[in-house]
């Protein structure tokens, strides 16, 4: 369980991602990649529950990779074992036991450092990762039906760290709207960085303020975790009030 992750942080931090840099490339850390379930599970509590990716995603030298479903499970684990780069997947543990898909018996890799448009829009930018995606993609049918004409397009980052800027801001300049949602607190999470890229490059195209639907800042709960969790209803909150403004 990434939970349990923290008595490894200094020889992932302090050695693996720098060990190809300290030695000019000359060495690296032998494609190492790192597998641990994450998030909730819906009865895990404050161990067994919680998302430290945006604490290694503050690390040069890792990569940081979240998948949603099997099929990307396994394309974003098979180029991570041949990438030099130590690589760090946190697999949704939830989806262990709730996703069902085909997956090819071939080996076959999906980019790392490269977004996904799940759903092209043209009113708003709807950005997550891992299991949230399902969440955002219930809002965004809730928000389509109670709002004809309006349309999400909805992003998958797959990786965190190098993260595909590009492919936001490209859609962000055409929507002037992004909300983006994770289950990790919000206080330095990941969505404040890809919130402050964004109004770097988009400034003058932002029609509203970034939203942002994330975990609350506390420990993760157990009896209350249906009121810390970034749900469908707060991220169709969080878009009508960004359509709104």
Do not use: W
């Amino acid at each position: 369980f990434a939970d349990y992750i923290f008595p490894a942080f200094d020889q992932i931090v302090n050695e693996a991602a720098k060990f190809r840099y300290r030695s000019g490339n000359e060495f690296n850390a032998g494609g190492l990649t790192i597998r641990t379930p994450s998030s909730a599970v819906g009865h895990g509590g404050h161990y067994h529950s919680q998302s430290p990716e945006a604490l290694f995603a503050h690390i040069p030298g890792l990569k940081v990779v979240v998948p949603r479903s099997a099929v990307q499970a396994k394309g974003l684990l098979l180029l991570a074992i041949r990438d030099p780069n130590p690589t760090i997947v946190f697999e949704p543990k939830i989806l262990y036991r709730s996703a069902v898909e085909q997956v090819p018996v071939d080996d076959f890799m999906l980019p790392l450092s490269q977004a996904e448009i799940i759903k092209p829009g043209k009113d708003v930018t709807v950005v997550g990762y891992g299991s949230q995606i399902y969440a955002l993609e219930n809002a965004i049918q809730m928000v389509e039906r109670d709002m004809p004409g309006v349309s999400c397009e909805l992003i998958d980052l797959r990786t965190i760290l190098p993260y595909d800027a590009e492919t936001i801001v490209q859609s962000v300049n055409k929507t002037g709207r992004l909300v983006i949602a994770h289950e990790a607190p919000r206080t330095q999470g990941f969505a404040a960085e890809l919130a402050a890229e964004v109004q770097e490059q988009c400034f003058l195209r932002l029609e509203s303020p970034i939203e942002r639907v994330c975990g609350l800042t506390v420990p993760h709960p157990l009896v209350f975790e249906r009121f810390y969790m970034p749900c469908a209803v707060r991220t169709y909150e969080a878009i009508k009030r960004s359509l709104s403004y």
